[in-house]
Antibody, heavy 122, light 107 residues
Framework: QMQLVESGGGVVQPGRSLTLACVAS????????MHWVRQAPGKGPEWVAG????????HYADSVKGRFTVSRDNSKKTMYLQMNNLRIEDMAIYYC???????????????WGQGTVVTVSS | DIQMTQSPSTLSASVGDRVTISCRAS??????LAWYQQKPGKAPKFLIY???TLEKGVSSRFSGSGSGTEFTLTISSLQPDDSATYYC?????????FGQGTTVEIK
């Protein structure tokens, strides 16, 4: 059974840092580009960051560029999201997702985790 | 970034009705469009890719069409389990973007 499980969410003050993790199982993680997608309360999903299967090719949304860093450890089948200088507007459910069928630039998100909640509040 | 605009924001229909949701891209995305279904408290579920290809295991009640900038998701015969919010997503660029969603309610 293909599965993604996120962890690391919590309550953090503005300006502080948090690191999320996503552990994969049931599919070839080393062959899969992976992404973080977030969803603020009552809003649609927003893509945050993605990286290629070897971890070298990385892309970020403008809203997080320079503050967030995505990485992966294929030996642990785990992807990470280091979030620095958190803002109120970063508050959301953070999902990790596997990239499936693609255009060559990006793809669909065919497997999603259950999400981890990040609350930014003073 | 490519902007995705869905309409309507909400629709209410009866069981058995044919339902259509529209999605418009701010620039041409060829057929690089996906559709998702999301129920409250759950992650989105992937339904359709390349505008019209159904993911394995997804009900044939769902279908997609369109190319360029105009796309449509159709539910041929609405069922109670189809009550959800539906999102389109373009993956033509390195920065994928989603529509704001269409909530389908059962009358």
């Amino acid at each position: 059974q293909m599965q993604l499980v996120e962890s690391g969410g919590g309550v953090v003050q503005p300006g502080r840092s948090l690191t999320l993790a996503c552990v994969a199982s049931g599919f070839m993680f080393t062959n899969s580009p992976m992404h973080w997608v977030r969803q603020a309360p009552g809003k649609g999903p927003e893509w945050v960051a993605g990286l290629g299967n070897d971890g070298r090719d990385k892309h970020y949304a403008d809203s997080v560029k320079g503050r967030f860093t995505v990485s992966r450890d294929n030996s642990k089948k785990t992807m990470y999201l280091q979030m620095n200088n958190l803002r109120i507007e970063d508050m959301a459910i953070y999902y990790c997702a596997r990239e499936g069928y693609g255009s060559g630039r990006c793809g669909v998100f065919d497997i999603w985790g259950q999400g981890t909640v990040v609350t930014v509040s003073s | 970034d490519i902007q995705m605009t869905q309409s309507p924001s909400t629709l209410s229909a009866s069981v058995g009705d044919r339902v259509t949701i529209s999605c418009r891209a701010s620039e041409s995305i060829s057929s690089w469009l996906a559709w998702y279904q999301q129920k409250p408290g759950k992650a989105p579920k992937f339904l359709i890719y390349e505008a019209s290809t159904l993911e394995k295991g997804v009900s044939s009640r769902f279908s997609g069409s369109g190319s360029g900038t105009e796309f449509t998701l159709t539910i041929s015969s609405l069922q109670p389990d189809d009550s959800a919010t539906y999102y389109c997503q373009q993956y033509n660029s390195y920065s994928p973007t989603f529509g704001q969603g269409t909530t389908v309610e059962i009358k």
